[in-house]
């Protein structure tokens, strides 16, 4: 019992420590945005609260819970998006940043509707800030909506942000290591309650299977946290079924892949395998599928650069896939 706490605590600890360079997702609910935080060792509201630039008097009436009572370690926290924190145009004072915020284009999105989903962004806005030479879309890519606004000495996020929205944004960082709190679902709705929306990014035309790796077996950079959390969990789960693709700008020269997918911890990292020819990545699951007809029966999408390693070139198809990952047996 003692070997699988300190375990988990390591695992959520690690998924911390590397959140600052994952894309961060937006959500919406009831007409609000938020993003999703789980909670790690030796964090409050109040370092919460500084790493999202918002009020901790924000975040707790947010999450219906006291100001006053403790967090527990793998807490999912919902940071509310306001006016402080959540922009859309401007130029960054001297001691802040801009994040990019990202949201996952679902079945019948164009342009236009998600713009208005999302504070009533333009599409000239939307096409700039994701290097877009026309309005074509495709289910699945990831797109910039919106920013998070934070300050460059208080959140470690602040390695990802820009300091001026109007041009192109400049591919974000993409994960240096483990994710800490990134959700990959996102909702359209009415954001009346926010001052800015979030944003997600496209890819580059880059083919796929021509980027290089660092990896000298091309599997991935997440294959030694896969033998960690392999040899401090107490169970194993494999599973079989459809797979999916989604476009990302990560993982071409860093070789860290990325998946999206339901009922498992954010963080963890799975061990991917394409049952047509038997080739194996390991991926960092970055949250859940988004709704929708698309992702119904799929067991896990994943990243365009873990796709093309597992030579998947046609994004547009589903393929027969593995999942393994270690788990808590409770």
Do not use: C
């Not at 999703?36 to 790493?51: L, Q």
């Not at 030694?224 to 989604?246: L, T």
């Not at 390991?282 to 698309?294: T, Y």
């Amino acid at each position: 019992m003692k070997k699988l706490a300190i375990a988990l605590l390591s695992l959520i600890s690690s998924i911390g420590l590397n959140a600052q360079s994952d894309p961060l997702f937006i959500y919406a609910e009831n007409g609000a945005l938020f993003l999703h935080h789980t909670v790690v060792a030796k964090e409050n509201f109040y370092s919460i609260g500084r790493m999202y630039n918002i009020s901790p008097k924000e975040i707790a009436p947010f999450n219906d819970i006291p100001l006053e009572g403790g967090l527990e370690i793998g807490q999912l926290l919902k940071i509310p998006l306001k006016s402080a924190n959540f922009v859309q145009r401007g130029v960054a004072a001297a001691d802040e940043v801009f994040v990019p915020l990202y949201h996952v284009i679902t079945e019948k999105e164009g342009l236009f509707r998600i713009g208005q989903n999302f504070n009533r962004v333009s599409v000239s806005d939307l096409k700039t800030w994701n290097k877009l030479s026309s309005e074509s879309i495709n289910i699945g890519d990831m797109l910039v909506v919106g920013f998070l606004r934070v300050k460059s000495s208080q959140s470690p996020l602040a390695v990802q942000g820009i300091k001026r929205i109007g041009g192109a944004v400049a591919r974000t960082p993409v994960v240096t290591a483990p994710a800490e709190n990134k959700s990959t679902q996102n909702q359209p709705a009415n954001t009346n309650a926010v001052s800015e929306p979030v944003a997600v990014k496209t890819e580059t035309k880059t083919p796929v299977a021509a980027q290089p790796q660092r990896e000298s077996d091309g599997t991935g950079f997440f294959k030694d946290s896969y033998r960690e959390q392999a040899a401090n969990f107490d169970s194993f789960r494999s599973e079989r079924g459809d797979a999916a693709v989604f476009k990302s700008t990560s993982g071409w020269q860093d070789s860290k892949y990325y998946a999206l997918m339901n009922n498992i911890t954010p963080g963890t990292i799975v061990r991917i395998t394409n049952t047509g020819n038997d080739r194996i990545v390991f991926a960092k699951v970055l949250g859940e599928l988004p709704p929708g007809r698309e992702n119904e029966g799929l067991l896990i999408r994943i990243s365009n650069a873990a796709a093309a390693q597992l030579r998947v070139n046609d994004r547009d198809i589903k393929f027969s896939a593995e999942v393994a990952y270690a788990r808590s047996s409770r």
